[in-house]
């Protein structure tokens, strides 16, 4: 079935610095892919759509200019979070649509903590 | 956007079947219903999708009414790997995904 990768599994960084994560559609391409944030015991909300070769479509409330998305590819997607801070700690999962009646394929999602 | 609401949370014992419903109520004429499973520190997995009527597969059913405003998921005889949170998630031709809050099973021995 479609895989999506997602790298890396957990990263923590000291507060100030930027952190890349990951999207790859390993057997698909992907033109969009998605970008979502789950904070402990919540749900999955929504932070932006990345468009392959041009710019990402944030969701209100989302700091384009803190969450730098990259599209440079069909099958690659990286999120960038610049000068994280604590706040920012979360688990940042990645998402695209392979096509077909199977949904959308999630990666396996990102724990991220800045200390 | 089609909003979703499901129960916060069930407990069900191991090998019983568990039915979780799911209500749709502002549902479009060319959405589709799906059903991911998430266990912890793990993305959502897709579980079953369907239009209407009954939808099975290995997994699971779905059963979706005439009206298309709600939607149930079954489980038959759940075994505590089961444990997870479960969404319901309307499909829309936009390409994009809202979560609602999901259902926490917790299957207990």
């Keep these: 079935g479609a895989v999506v ?9 000291k507060s100030g610095t930027s952190v890349k994560i990951e999207c790859r559609s390993l057997d698909f391409q992907a033109t969009t892919m998605f970008w ?18 041009s710019k990402a479509t944030y969701e209100q409330g989302v700091e384009k200019d803190k969450f ?19 706040e920012d700690s979360s688990f940042y999962i990645c998402s695209a649509d392979p ?9 396996s999602g990102t724990r991220l903590t800045v200390v | 956007l089609a909003k979703t609401t499901q129960p916060i949370s069930m407990d069900s014992y191991e090998g019983q079947e568990v039915n979780i419903t799911c ?3 502002n549902i479009a004429t060319n959405d589709y219903i799906t059903w991911y499973q998430q266990f912890p520190s793990q ?5 079953i999708q369907g239009y209407k009527t009954k939808v099975t597969n290995e997994v699971a059913s779905l059963f ?5 405003k709600s939607s149930t998921l079954s489980l038959p005889r759940v075994s505590l790997s089961d444990t997870a949170v479960y969404y319901c998630l309307v499909e ?4 994009n995904l809202f979560f609602g809050t999901g259902t926490r099973l917790t299957v207990i021995p």
């Design chain 1, 5 to 13: 990768s997602q790298h890396p599994s957990r990263v923590i960084c």
């Design chain 1, 68 to 86: 730098l998305i990259n599209h440079a590819s069909l099958t690659l997607s990286t999120l960038t979070v610049t000068s994280a801070h604590p």
């Design chain 1, 36 to 53: 979502y944030r789950q904070f402990p015991k919540q749900s999955l909300m929504l932070m932006a759509t990345s468009n392959e070769g």
């Design chain 2, 43 to 47: 993305g959502p997995r897709f579980i």
């Design chain 1, 99 to 107: 096509g077909g009646y199977y949904g959308y394929t999630f990666g």
């Design chain 2, 92 to 95: 829309t031709g936009a390409n």
């Design chain 2, 23 to 25: 209500s749709h109520n």
């Design chain 2, 64 to 68: 979706i009414p005439a009206d298309r």
